[in-house]
């Protein structure tokens, strides 16, 4: 589990349902990618777990371009690397495209009026 501060939520719910969890605290997977592979090899030889599944803090918004092909080219010979998975709730992404779109008016790619956003989401 990743996230800016201590004492994270998500790691404490892990724990309360079983998981083997580790955390990468004080700063995204870009800025701390040295700890977090070295805490992944660590758990996965500790513990003999199957799959890591590794929670970046929300304000990571590099992890396409850094933290993933990273964790690819460096650690892609000791683990399967799947793609990166980002979950997007709409009514939240619609509410901060408002939020822009009333803060930089001329913004075409951010309206909600633009043909550019998806039906489903309009």
Known sequence: MNDQGENLVDSALGRT???TTTEVTGG???CRFDQLAATTISVV???AVDVVFAEA???CTDLSANSHPSAA???GERFAVAPLTVLVD???LRELQQADNALTPGCATCSTSSSKMPAHLS
């Open 57 to 59: 803090v929300g304000s």
């Open 73 to 75: 080219r460096l650690l």
């Open 45 to 47: 030889e500790r513990q």
């Open 90 to 92: 709409p009514a939240r």
């Open 28 to 30: 995204c997977f870009c």
């Open 17 to 19: 349902l079983g998981l």
